[in-house]
């Protein structure tokens, strides 16, 4: 921290650190400077020119994201000359913009619709033709370009500048007719290349995704984390229950980061945002028990049938999509009730991936982490299949897993050496019909919970949906058993 | 009339070393090598030598911000800026084509006193012509060993007219796309790859040969007060004879249209443009203006570059105003909004009302947008966006009602 200093800010005295931004030292105190270009993760080209302040002595209007606080600084954001010159900066940014906003995803979250109701609100003058550029430019595999929307505040290319280092965008031209495109040769399909539509201020890259799927004053956002790896990237989930039959009846719409500097900082990697097509697909919603023949159960009974199968020779596989509540409980009845020895819930093959110095982790779950903390340790999974062959297990217990892509076309004929099998999680996955019994559980989007990421720093979600049929989180289900077992159940 | 760089201009071959050289050439740079650079750059703050690109800036006190080497260390770097593009503006060319060793001199004089090894001679693309004669020139001197341990580096512009803005040009110079950076940093801090960098205009170093021969009071006496020394018009447009006259500073307008023989067949005055396009134009009644960078302030316009232009009373104000916007749209580096879409949108208006369509309140929005933009943007480019369309429109209001109906 440097030296804090006295200033004022619309005649108020205020106080900052010496050497800090104008716009942010404004922020601050719940001043919001309009702006475009300035991104405090991206820094401030000041190209916009919708910042723009009156300091006291400077013989022009100022940019408040280039002006640093210093002792005895006057600076004034809401003088009539301030207004004026952000409504006429605003006014030059819409001389050649489309004015689409009807057939705009961007329409609702739009920085010059914003601020036109915020500072604009003036009757337009512009008598000339709009310029026209470039369409609906397929930029890369998520992302969607519309050049004539752009207001060139250089935030994408300094993106693929200054982030991945990948330089897919730049800008092209000069003067009126310069444009953002794709460079030459290569296309927008970097691992973050989404976050290039979040940092847009207007409608110029939208997600091919989302696009025409759902207006977005319909969505409901609720503060999640991102599941796709142990980063546990803080993200905001944008669901559409408000209007079912938008977004193809889909449930979520689209997954944002949220800003933690101490986990993701601004961004969120394309696996996990464009991760969540399956979250709806083949959801299971019943209790069901498949064999002999396919029986509905209640929770109650199923708990009853089942507590006398589950011994200390069982197996549990499990994986870390398990919350921290989910762990706990998971201990209290598998290993300090039922002393089980076999565990399996390390990363094989179906859970790892690429990592990066960015984000991206190589274990594709949020909360190994979890699990360790509590002193659980996984067996491997070839050990587990060598027991299976071997008959030795009675009793395998599957959460949240898909063996399929753990053991491969092994899997169904292992899975056959159990007497009894139980499938329990929000998906059926590729075997979901080989187990004896079938527990629904809640995906993470249908609970409140934690996360524990790599680092070891803990992260809430929180519920954004209702649960599918019986749903229950996986934690309620161990509970419900250590209860049919006779045992105390551990508090979630 | 005292003349410092066009002296010798009647020398056929000053162009070449031994001609230059007989007329005392490089005299001046073996003197700056005998004497402290200390002492070099207070003559050239006594000699008040002003920024001769357009800016005006006082050169001692420019070259007096690099940082010493013992606080900075590391390479630090002369720029001739030769990236002479606006309108109206040739003296560079003149000044290279007749005098290179001239200017060769002046780089190698600032360079010792900059502490420069590696100088840059940044020349716009389309002198092919004095490209070609400053490389022979550098050939030339570097033969005769008067280089020393200094290189002198020529680069071409690729033809954009912002690169004439030195922090634009420094940005060329890296390669990069040619958008003003926004000081602070100042070049002499900061410039080219991060490290301190004198840029010059090739008319200023020209000066520096007399300025060591003489001393810089003989050189401040030439001038007016705080101008020192002399300064080259390129004249143009509604003259008898266009070409390039050297001056002292503070000579009247007047004066210095009667060297180009006054307005051509004799007619009458409209308007003078005095430093290059994008000055607002003189009058009839300022030809009594002396001509040095305060007093044609102190009249609302700028002494630029010298690129003057002369318009005879046939001139439609509207269509000088057309033309310059769209020059500058042309040339709009499209960084900053407003310059970017202002430049364009107002070269719009102006071919409209040109075209007969005008409509009410198109003068007024000319007007009203030309204030938004001058002021709120990053460079002088923008600046003069706004600045044309007001100063044409202020000063010729009648041109503009004959086309624009109603007001």
């Given at each position: 921290m440097g030296k804090t200093v006295k200033y004022k800010l619309n005649g108020v005295e205020r106080e900052a650190?010496?050497?800090?931004?104008v716009i942010e030292a404004a922020k601050d105190v719940g001043v919001e400077i309009p702006h475009y270009c300035y991104h405090k993760a991206l820094g401030?080209?000041?190209?916009?020119?919708?910042?723009i302040v009156e300091v006291a002595g400077a013989p022009k209007p100022q940019v408040s994201c280039r002006t640093s606080v210093r002792e005895g600084l006057d600076v004034k954001t809401d003088s009539d000359l301030v207004k004026r010159a952000q409504a006429s900066a605003l006014e030059l940014h819409l001389?050649?913009?489309?004015?689409?906003c009807p057939v705009c995803?961007?329409?609702?979250?739009?920085g010059l619709q914003d601020y036109y109701m915020k500072i604009g609100q003036y009757q337009s003058a512009v008598r000339e033709d709009k310029e026209h550029k470039g369409k609906?430019?397929?930029?890369?595999?998520h992302v969607m370009l519309d050049q004539e929307r752009?207001?060139?505040?250089t935030r994408c290319t300094r993106f693929v500048d200054n982030?991945?280092?990948?330089?897919?965008l730049g800008i092209f031209g000069m003067g009126h007719t310069e444009k953002i495109e794709?460079?030459?040769?290569?296309?927008?399909?970097?691992?973050?290349?989404?976050n290039v539509v979040d940092i847009?201020?207007?409608?110029?890259l939208t997600d091919r995704d989302f696009?025409?799927?759902?207006?977005?004053?319909y969505l409901d956002k609720t503060d999640s984390i991102c599941p796709?790896?142990?980063?546990?990237c803080n993200i905001s989930v944008h669901t559409n229950t408000?209007?079912?039959?938008?977004?193809?009846?889909?449930?979520?719409?689209r997954l944002k980061p949220r800003v933690n500097m101490d986990v993701n900082g601004h961004w969120m990697c394309d696996d996990g945002r464009y991760?969540?097509?399956?979250?709806?697909?083949?959801r299971l919603g019943k209790v069901v028990k498949l064999r002999p023949q396919k029986t509905e159960m209640s929770w109650f009974d199923v708990a009853s049938e089942l507590a006398p199968l589950l011994r200390k020779d069982a197996a549990i596989v499990a994986s870390g999509m398990l919350s921290n509540e989910d762990w706990a409980a998971y201990k209290a009845l598998f290993?300090?009730?039922?002393?089980?020895k076999n565990h399996y819930f390390a990363a094989a093959p179906d859970q790892l991936g690429p990592e990066d110095a960015l984000l991206r982790k190589?274990?594709?779950?949020?909360?190994l982490k979890g699990a360790e903390s509590l002193g659980l340790t996984s067996g491997s999974f070839d050990d587990l299949a060598k027991s299976l062959e071997a008959g030795k297990i009675k009793t395998l217990y599957v959460i949240e897993r898909d063996l399929s892509k753990v053991w491969g076309d092994r899997a169904a004929s292992l899975l056959a050496k159990a007497q009894t099998t139980i499938l329990q999680g929000p998906n059926k996955y590729a075997?979901?019909?080989?187990?004896t019994y079938r527990l629904p559980a809640t995906a993470y989007v249908e609970e409140d919970g934690h996360f524990t990421n790599f680092e070891g720093k803990v992260g809430a979600y929180k519920q954004a949906l209702s649960p599918i049929g019986d749903a229950r989180p996986d934690w309620a289900v161990f509970a419900l058993l250590q209860k049919a077992l006779g045992a105390k159940a551990v508090a979630a | 009339m005292t003349k410092i760089?066009?002296?010798?201009?009647?020398?056929?071959?000053?162009?070449e070393l031994e001609t230059y050289r007989r007329l005392g050439g490089y005299e001046s740079l073996k003197k700056a090598l005998g004497m402290e650079r200390k002492a070099l750059q207070e003559e050239v703050v006594k000699s008040?030598?002003?920024?001769?690109?357009?800016?005006?800036?006082?050169v001692g006190f420019k070259w007096s911000t690099v940082p010493p080497e013992d606080k900075v260390p590391g390479p630090r770097y002369v720029v001739v800026?030769?990236?002479?593009?606006?309108?109206?503006?040739f003296k560079d060319r003149v000044l290279v084509t007749r005098a290179p060793h001239q200017l060769l001199e002046g780089l190698l004089i600032a360079s010792y006193v900059i502490g420069s090894k590696d100088s840059f001679i940044f020349i716009r693309g389309e002198y092919q012509n004095q490209y070609d004669i400053l490389e022979k020139a550098i050939a030339e001197a570097k033969g005769a060993g008067l280089l020393g341990d200094v290189n002198i580096h020529l680069m071409r512009g690729?033809?954009?007219?912002?690169?004439?803005?030195d922090t634009a040009l420094l940005e060329t110079m890296e390669g990069k796309k040619a958008w003003p950076r926004q000081p602070p940093p100042f070049p002499t801090v900061?410039?080219?790859?991060?490290k301190p960098t004198v840029v010059n205009n090739v008319e200023t170093l020209s000066m520096l040969p007399f300025i060591v021969r003489e001393g810089g009071e003989a050189f401040a006496k030439i001038g007016s007060a705080k101008n020192g020394g002399t300064v080259l018009f390129s004249i143009s447009g509604h003259v008898e004879k266009e070409g390039v006259y050297e001056v002292p500073m503070g000579t009247k307008l007047r004066d210095v249209l009667a060297l180009a023989g006054g307005v051509k067949g004799g007619k009458k005055l409209k308007?003078?443009?005095?430093?290059?396009?994008s000055m607002p134009p003189l009058l009839e009644?300022?030809?009594d203006i002396a001509l040095d960078f305060d007093a044609i302030k102190a009249a609302g316009t700028m002494l630029g570059a010298g690129g003057m232009i002369v318009l005879d009373e046939s001139v439609d104000a509207v269509e000088v105003a057309h033309n310059i916007e769209r020059f500058l749209a042309h040339e709009s580096?499209?960084?900053?909004t407003p310059c970017r879409e202002g430049s364009n949108w107002s070269e719009r208006i102006l071919e409209r009302v040109l075209e007969g369509h005008g409509q009410a309140g198109d003068t007024e929005n000319l007007a009203r947008v030309g204030e938004n933009i001058t002021g709120k943007v990053i460079c002088a480019l923008g600046d003069t966006v706004g600045m044309v369309t007001r100063a044409w429109i202020g000063k010729f209001p009648d041109d503009f009602k004959k086309r624009v109906p109603h007001g």
């Open positions: 650190e010496e050497g800090q931004l401030n080209p000041g190209n916009c020119r919708m910042c001389v050649n913009h489309p004015l689409d995803d961007q329409s609702g979250e739009c609906r430019i397929v930029a890369g595999p752009c207001v060139l505040c982030v991945t280092k990948t330089h897919e794709v460079t030459p040769g290569m296309t927008l399909d970097n691992a973050y290349s989404g847009c201020p207007v409608g110029a696009r025409y799927k759902v207006r977005v004053w796709g790896c142990s980063r546990g408000a209007r079912p039959w938008h977004n193809d009846g889909k449930r979520v719409a991760g969540f097509g399956s979250l709806d697909t083949d290993v300090d009730t039922l002393s089980v190589t274990e594709k779950v949020p909360n075997l979901g019909d080989s187990f | 760089l066009t002296k010798h201009f009647d020398e056929p071959k000053l162009h008040n030598l002003r920024g001769l690109g357009g800016a005006g800036f006082p800026n030769c990236d002479e593009s606006e309108p109206g503006c690729a033809g954009a007219y912002i690169s004439g803005l900061a410039g080219l790859m991060g308007a003078v443009i005095p430093g290059g396009t009644k300022d030809l580096c499209g960084q900053c």
